[in-house]
Nanobody
Framework: QVQLVESGGGSVQSGGALRLSCAAS????????MGWFRQAPGKEREGVAS???????TYADSVKGRFTVTRNNYMRTLLLQMNILKPEDTAMYYC??????????????????????WGQGNQVTVSS
């Protein structure tokens, strides 16, 4: 049974930092692309960052230079380091796993439809 369990969310003031973790089990972790997504109230779920099986990363323009995604295949974990947080980063954050489609399709890596498995979500709140 596939499980993705996020942790590390919380509340922080603007300019602060948080780190989200995702622990994966129930599938061959190293063979799947991993992504972080977020959804604010009344808005669609959007891709934040992804990391493919070869370690290649993709970021949404809104978080480039502030967020860093990493993965540890041995520990089966996914991390999202979020720095210089802004109030507009406030959302429920989800980790997700999906099949790796290689570099030609990396442009799809921030699309929720490309992912099969999802965590339960973890709230991040940034106050001004």
């Amino acid at each position: 049974q596939v499980q993705l369990v996020e942790s590390g969310g919380g509340s922080v003031q603007s300019g602060g930092a948080l780190r989200l973790s995702c622990a994966a089990s129930g599938y061959t972790y190293s063979r799947y692309s991993m992504g972080w997504f977020r959804q604010a109230p009344g808005k669609e779920r959007e891709g934040v960052a992804s990391i493919d099986t070869d370690g290649s990363t993709t970021y949404a323009d809104s978080v480039k230079g502030r967020f860093t995604v990493t993965r540890n295949n041995y520990m089966r974990t996914l991390l999202l380091q979020m720095n210089i947080l802004k109030p507009e980063d406030t959302a429920m954050y989800y980790c997700a796993a999906g099949p790796s489609r290689g570099p030609l399709y990396r442009w799809k890596s921030l699309l929720p439809s490309e992912y099969n498995y999802w965590g339960q979500g973890n709230q991040v709140t940034v106050s001004s």
